[in-house]
């Protein structure tokens, strides 16, 4: 999204206004945009199967976590790598 130069002091204008506690719909508008391009640039869009849904399902209201294996593996560490970390 390529904004002019009368767009981005607009943005910055209604961004200070903002932080007064005052708001603007076009900074709001942007924000959200770009919040939403970070979801899903980092996750990607996926689709999802009812299967995946029940899956979750079962732990909606319960104290109880999944477990999932791969992060309580110790995957250990190279000697390179041992003495960054010393």
Do not use: P
Request: proline residues 0%.
């Amino acid at each position: 999204m390529e904004l002019t130069q009368s767009e981005r002091l607009a943005l910055i204008k209604n961004a200070h206004l903002a932080t007064q506690g005052t708001s603007n719909a076009l900074v709001d508008n942007f924000v959200e945009e770009v919040k939403t391009e970070e979801v899903i640039v980092e996750n990607g869009l996926f689709n999802v199967a009812n299967y995946d849904i029940e899956d979750e399902k079962q732990f909606l209201h319960s104290d109880v976590a999944e477990d999932i294996d791969e992060e309580d593996q110790d995957i250990g560490v190279s000697d390179q790598m041992k003495g960054v970390y010393k």
